[in-house]
C-alpha cells in the first residue's frame, strides 16, 4: 500500500523517533527519517507504548497511522497493561472487546476527541501482536 506524504509530520516526537531507530537496527536511523517524512508518525503521538514492544513497522495516510509491534507476553496480559496505561494516560475506554480466539480490541479516546483502536491478538511462541491505530488530530474537529 502507498503510502501518502504528510508535510504535517515535520513535529514527530522524539521518542516515537527513538523507537523506530532501535526497532530498524542496522540503518534504522535512515529507516526512521523516511519512515517520518512519509508516515504522519503524530497520529500516535500520546499513546502508551509497552515495555518491550518491538516495532515491526508502520504505515498510514493523511488521517490514520497503523503501526505493528510483537510483545514477549501473553495477550491477557497486554490487554491488562493497555487498559491501565490507557485510563492512567488520560484515555476514556470506550471499547473492551475480545473475542474467541484470544484476541482483544480496545478503543479509546483522549478528551480531546482523538480515537485509538488497540488490537491485541495471540502471536508465535505465546506472545502477542499489536496493531495500534491512530488518527491524525485534526484542529477544525470538535470533541465527541
Do not use: F
Amino acid at each position: 500500500m502507498p503510502v501518502a506524504r504528510s508535510s504535517r509530520s515535520r513535529g514527530v516526537p522524539t521518542a516515537l523517533i527513538v523507537l523506530a531507530v532501535l526497532a530498524c537496527g542496522d540503518g534504522g536511523r535512515e529507516a526512521a527519517e523516511t519512515a517520518r517524512d512519509s508516515v504522519p508518525l503524530h497520529a500516535l503521538s500520546g499513546i502508551p507504548v509497552m515495555p518491550g514492544a518491538r516495532v515491526l513497522g508502520a504505515e498510514g495516510g493523511p488521517d490514520a497511522v497503523e503501526a505493528a509491534a510483537v510483545v514477549a507476553l501473553p495477550p491477557d496480559s497486554v490487554a491488562n497493561w493497555y487498559r491501565a496505561a490507557l485510563v492512567s494516560g488520560g484515555w476514556q475506554l470506550r471499547g473492551d472487546v475480545p473475542d474467541m480466539r484470544g484476541a482483544v480490541t480496545l478503543h479509546a479516546r483522549r478528551p480531546d476527541g482523538r480515537p485509538v483502536w488497540i488490537m491485541i491478538r495471540p502471536g508465535a511462541d505465546g506472545g502477542t501482536v499489536l496493531s495500534v491505530i491512530g488518527a491524525v488530530p485534526d484542529p477544525a474537529a470538535q470533541p465527541r
